[in-house]
């Protein structure tokens, strides 16, 4: 039997009204914590920096950092030579944004290749290495945290290509005596792509001894590593202030 196009309607318009009618008499979850209104941000172009960002290298200068008179900058990028780079301002908490690219002439093995490295706080190590085809040890290669995790994936790019690093880095806190009080967290992403998820640091990351905290300020400078090769960076920037918004209780 065939419905007639008036049943089909008024089933239609019957279920319309009950969907809405249920909507009406369900109860809205509210925290009732008073969140304060988030701060307008321009994001700034892809790749950042955000208005809100500190700004480390734009291209033109390493005026922000000791040792960056020895790297060579041209045409909006620093080449690593002659020594690491620390900057002059210090850290602690920080999201951070850095674009590299290992020496598209492809010299020397394993650590000998596009090595460098980007060390928080100037003792906690997110590799930088040519790890495109070039086997080395796992918690050695390029998003590794040095000697203490190996990154999930490994999203090399090839040599001389350009490649980013978005770190949201939560720093230890130390006691006064130098003890542990929260261990520093790291979350990486390499060229957008989930390599560290809120990972555990044990310490720092020494070639020569285990992992183990030892006592720093609050705040630390940024160090960009030499390793003896031509390691380019360009777009460098940091943004402090990354605590979660807070809200009131009524
Ligand atoms: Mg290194």
Redesign the pocket.
Known sequence: MRMSSTLIFTLFAFSLFASFAAGWWVDEYKSGILWPEPKVLDSGPPGGPPADAIVLFDGKSLDGWEGGDKWKVEGGVATSVGGGITSKQKFGDCQLHVEFATPEKVEGSGQGRG???VYLMGQY?L???DSHGNPTYFDGQCGSI?KQQPPMVNVSRKPGEWQTYDIVFTAPRLNDDGSLKTPGYITALHNGVLIHNHFELQGTTSYTEPPKYHKHADKESLHI?F?GNPVKFRNIWLRENIEPLVGKKP
């Open positions: 090595n460098s490295g190590e590799q930088i290495l040095y590593q390793h």
